[in-house]
């Protein structure tokens, strides 16, 4: 059974900097590009950051220059790095694991608040 695995959500105030993780079974890990989504609430799920089985990575605009996508291939995990934290960023991440269109896989999802 594929899991993947999410962690390292929690409360920050603005401006501060959270590291999110996620584990994904090493049986598909190898052969996926992972993504980073969030859902805000009354908001549809929207990409954040994907990177590739060859480490090419991709941002949504909104957060190019604060967030940082990178895996670790030896451990399974691929991490985003957030900083300079805005409200705005207050969603649920979700981690994605996928091989193709028909092969594609969720975490559960962990909640990012930024609020003083």
């Known amino acids: 059974q594929v899991q993947v695995v999410e962690s390292g959500g929690g409360l920050v105030q603005p401006g501060g900097s959270l590291r999110l993780s996620c584990t994904a079974s090493?049986?598909?890990?190898?052969?996926?590009?992972m993504g980073w989504y969030r859902q805000a609430p009354g908001k549809q799920r929207e990409l954040v950051a994907v990177?590739?089985?060859?480490?090419?990575?991709n941002y949504a605009d909104s957060v190019k220059g604060r967030f940082t996508i990178s895996r670790d291939n030896a451990k399974n995990t691929v991490y985003l790095q957030v900083t300079s934290l805005k409200p705005e960023d207050t969603a649920v991440y979700y981690c994605n694991a996928r091989l193709n269109t028909q092969n594609d896989y969720w975490g559960q999802g962990t909640q990012v608040t930024v609020s003083s």
């Open positions: 990177i590739t089985v060859g480490g090419s990575t």
């Open positions: 090493r049986s598909i890990f190898r052969f996926a590009s």
